[in-house]
């Protein structure tokens, strides 16, 4: 699957596109018409510890599905937003089943 990474206001390191890249690659188990995704990274500019944001926006045809997750740590949020993602297009794959 391709995977772009977007990183608002600061430079990414090589260390968490390969782990972004490998986390998103089992997505391709639950659903296998990924098109591509985009991984935006953010920092929110507040003062609490949990101010990392990453927001997953994966194509399949026909349709979109964001989730955005805020942690500690991009790991973590990326962690979290993955999940997520697995059970919508787990959702979706169902869906489809049912229809056909």
Do not use: W
Request: proline residues 1%.
């Amino acid at each position: 699957m391709k995977v772009n990474v977007h990183a608002v206001n600061f430079n990414v390191d090589r260390k968490l596109i390969g782990y972004v890249q490998a986390r998103l690659d089992k997505l391709e188990k639950y659903y296998d018409r990924v098109v591509h995704s985009d991984v935006f990274f953010k920092l929110d500019n507040t003062s609490a510890k949990v101010n990392k944001i990453a927001e997953l926006k994966i194509n399949v045809p026909g349709d979109e599905f964001i989730v955005k997750k805020q942690c500690k740590t991009f790991e973590e949020a990326v962690e979290l937003a993955a999940d997520s993602m697995e059970r919508l297009l787990v959702k979706r794959k169902q869906k489809i089943r049912a229809h056909s």
